[in-house]
């Protein structure tokens, strides 16, 4: 008959078998409630964290979009701030290069002056005199030299001030071009979203880099640029009103001195035709005293040829009367007048050579005058042909260069302008 073989394995009892299905129920409720608590836990946190991310993120957006408006608003005020310094810069360059301009007109001044100096230097013998014209002059002359000093010292300091104005510009430049760097990146940081594609996770990305300055100190930088190029534009603003007050006044000093000098001029040419027609007036009386001294001489010469034909003849009546024969020869009234008519006659001839000898030296010393006067006159008139040049040179103070028809020829001497007839006179003796 056959038999059961039971396979040799640990046999657990029945209340063991109950505890344990008893133990797995338990244990998975408390699995399920420990489950669900995690759950709703994570569920909690899941909602904390996604909504701290969501308002972390909007406030710091928020705080980007702040930084994007407050860096703006800077670089707005720097744009104004440079545009308003190109602006001084290129004001200041102009009033410079009207100084420059003024400065190189001094010196066709100052080359008028000097060539009216020296054409007054051909002045000859007594004409060469320091009068009221020469003075006013060199007073010019130191005029013009203190007006380009004055000018000189202008340019220098619009020179300066534009460098620092510059210097300013660039400062202000880097400034500006490091916000709209920033702006950039802001406004980069701004676009981007968690679909954008060029998201990652970087290396310490909470670091601290080095050179990194606080709100206050970047605050403080921009505003010190900003300052700084205020006060820079507003002394340079100064400077210009000064450099066109001194311009200003430099030509007004210029003027004044100019008319001062061109009045002595003319006082000088109508003192000069006034000596001038004088001199004319005496040379003209000398002349016709002269041909009335020489008409007396000829006359005084006529007369004692006639005295000396009656004094011949005196002497040969009385000569001819020694050869009376014997008594004849008396002393009769006859010899008497004939010897007093001798005595009368030697006595006119020697009085009237005498007469005819003063003549004579008052017509040499009529003729030495009147080549003394004849030579002042030639002095006079050289002058005044030296004066009128001068006034002619000092036209190209007024008439432009390109415009400038000199009127007296440099080379003869003489004036193409219509000649008065006293100057007209003036010139026949040049």
């Known amino acids: 008959m056959a038999t059961l073989s039971v396979k040799p394995s640990q046999r657990f009892r029945l209340p063991d078998w109950h505890t344990n299905s008893h133990l797995l129920s338990t244990n998975a409720e408390r699995q399920r409630d420990a489950s669900h608590q995690i759950r709703q836990e994570a569920r909690v ?3 904390e964290t996604s909504n701290q991310t969501i308002w972390d993120e909007h406030d710091n957006r928020t705080r980007l979009t702040e930084r994007v408006a407050t860096v703006n608003r800077w670089k707005e005020m720097l744009d104004k701030c440079l545009t308003d310094l190109d602006a001084e810069i290129d004001a200041l360059t102009q009033m410079k290069e009207s100084a420059e301009q003024n400065l190189q007109a001094k010196n066709l001044a100052l080359d008028v002056a000097i060539e009216c100096l020296t054409l007054r230097d051909s002045r000859r013998d007594i004409d060469v005199v320091k009068d009221a014209a020469e003075k006013e002059l060199h007073k010019e002359v130191e005029v013009i030299e203190a007006t380009k000093k004055a000018l000189q010292q202008k340019i220098s300091q619009a020179f300066e001030k534009l460098c620092l104005l510059q210097e300013v510009r660039q400062q202000l430049h880097a400034d500006h071009r490091d916000k709209m760097e920033t702006l950039d990146i802001d406004r980069g940081c701004l676009s981007l979203n968690l679909k954008s594609p060029n998201i990652s996770l970087k290396v310490n990305p909470t670091r601290v880099p080095s050179g990194s300055s606080t709100l206050q100190q970047w605050d403080d930088f921009s505003q010190l640029n900003k300052n700084r190029a205020d006060a820079e534009m507003r002394a340079a603003a100064e400077l210009r009103e000064a450099v066109a007050l001194t311009i200003a006044q430099t030509n007004n000093e210029l003027e004044a001195q100019r008319v001062a000098t061109e009045f002595a001029f003319r ?14 007036w005496q040379e003209k009386n000398t002349l016709e005293e002269i041909a009335e001294l020489q008409e007396d001489i000829r006359h005084l010469e006529e007369d004692l040829r006639r005295k000396l034909q009656n004094l011949k003849l005196c002497h040969t009546r009385l000569e001819s009367r020694t050869y009376r024969p014997n008594v004849e020869l008396c002393r009769d009234q006859a010899q008497y007048g004939l010897t007093d008519e001798v005595h009368q006659l030697e006595a006119t001839i020697t009085t009237l050579k005498q007469k005819l000898a003063q003549a004579q030296d008052a017509l040499d010393a009529l003729y030495k005058h009147l080549a003394r006067l004849q030579a002042d006159l030639d002095c006079k008139a050289n002058s005044m042909l030296l004066d009128t040049k001068c006034m002619d040179t000092r036209r190209k103070l007024l008439v432009p260069a390109e415009k400038f028809v000199p009127e007296v020829d440099t080379f ?4 193409n302008r219509t000649l ?5 006179c003036q010139l026949e003796l040049v």
């Not at 003192?271 to 001199?279: A, G, P, Q, R």
């Not at 008065?420 to 007209?424: A, D």
């Open 420 to 424: 008065s007839p006293l100057k007209s």
């Open 267 to 280: 006082k000088r040419l109508r003192e000069m035709e006034k000596v001038y027609s004088e001199l004319r």
């Open 45 to 47: 946190l899941r909602n």
């Open 412 to 415: 003869t001497r003489t004036t």
